[in-house]
């Protein structure tokens, strides 16, 4: 299992955002919950047929690198809007919380709406589920309370969470086409994601 695996990302991670490595056969698969007319229904990554997604990671309590993400993210959608508006529908954005314990399914929607009511969030039932998304994308995550990591399912008061800041781009077969780097701005990715959706 991927969560006993973690990797607890110091600070000089979120800045040292490597060489991402995959594999083109490696396809996302997925099972997680999202809110619809106010119900949680569960999806996965069949229920946007023919689409791109354009997929993050990461908590609504997250203080400064989530909100950048998804300012991205909003700037992405509103570039395509203007360059390619016949195309920014195929495109369709994700941001999965890995912070189940705190996060709700109504709030991870509130927050995905709040930048774009197009980008959708997602949740996870059990950590077994987490990790098997986290470790489809080749992401990662985990909790520490002070200097040293701590577990779920009973995480304690206090904790603080850790993850992965890339930006994942999938074909309508759910292949990797493009991993992009934390702060990447909304221009680039969409002049970057036009290039894959125009083929």
Known sequence: MVFKRFLLFSLALF????????????RLTFELNRLDSGQAVK?????????????????????DVCPVTMLDLRQTMQTLDKIAPEKVNELQPLFITIDPQSDTLEDITRFGAFFDPRIIGLRADSYEQLDHVVERLRASYGYQLGD??????????????????????????????DVYRYDTSGETLAKSILTHLSQ
């Open 15 to 26: 800045v040292m955002v490597g060489t991402h490595v995959s594999h083109a056969s490696d």
């Open 43 to 63: 999806v996965t990554e069949k229920d946007w047929q023919g689409k791109y997604l354009l997929v993050a990671v990461g908590y609504t309590g997250c203080p």
């Open 148 to 177: 040293k990591p701590v577990f779920p399912p009973n995480l304690p008061k206090g904790y603080t969470v850790m993850h992965s800041i890339f930006i994942y781009l999938y074909s309508p077969d759910r292949e990797l086409l």
